[in-house]
């Protein structure tokens, strides 16, 4: 599940994405409330959103991001859990953070492998 919900959202960001509004092709934010849905910005015009969704968080799931032209870091937690879970454009891997239980996820560090792995992420 996890693995699928990375997958959409890596899908999103990589199209210059933009989650209920624009967001530029590189930043770094989070969301912390709940069911927001994911909409590609139109191929070409940078900031106009597409009418069609291609996912939608699930309620209480929090969903951070780190993002560049050419790379990205990515992070999910629900609210209830005491586990992050995160991965990036030059991993394979999915990490995992131990987190508090209803804190607000963070934005990875960076936009790369960096920003979900070292001392406080573990490789599954």
Same mark, same amino acid.
């Given at each position: 599940?996890?693995?699928?919900?990375?997958?959409?959202?890596?899908?999103?960001?990589?199209? *210059? +994405?933009?989650?209920? &509004?624009?967001?530029?092709?590189? !930043?770094?934010? $989070?969301?912390?409330? %709940?069911?927001? @849905?994911?909409?590609?910005?139109?191929?070409?015009?940078?900031?106009?959103?597409?009418?069609?969704?291609?996912?939608?968080?699930?309620?209480?799931?929090?969903?951070?991001?780190?993002?560049?032209? *050419? +790379?990205?870091?990515? &992070?999910?937690?629900?609210?209830? !859990?005491?586990? $992050?879970?995160?991965? %990036?454009?030059? @991993?394979?891997?999915?990490?995992?953070?131990?987190?508090?239980?209803?804190?607000?996820?963070?934005?990875?560090?960076?936009?790369?492998?960096?920003?979900?792995?070292?001392?406080?992420?573990?490789?599954?």
């Amino acid at each position: 599940m996890k693995k699928i919900l990375a997958a959409v959202l890596v899908v999103a960001v990589a199209a *210059t +994405s933009s989650f209920g &509004a624009s967001l530029a092709a590189t !930043g770094a934010g $989070a969301y912390a409330d %709940a069911g927001k @849905s994911i909409f590609p910005n139109v191929l070409g015009t940078p900031g106009t959103a597409s009418t069609t969704a291609v996912g939608k968080l699930s309620t209480g799931v929090y969903f951070a991001w780190n993002t560049l032209t *050419t +790379s990205y870091a990515l &992070a999910t937690q629900h609210n209830s !859990g005491v586990r $992050a879970f995160g991965t %990036a454009s030059d @991993s394979t891997a999915i990490n995992w953070s131990a987190v508090t239980k209803g804190a607000t996820l963070a934005a990875p560090g960076s936009a790369n492998a960096l920003g979900v792995s070292g001392a406080s992420w573990t490789t599954m």
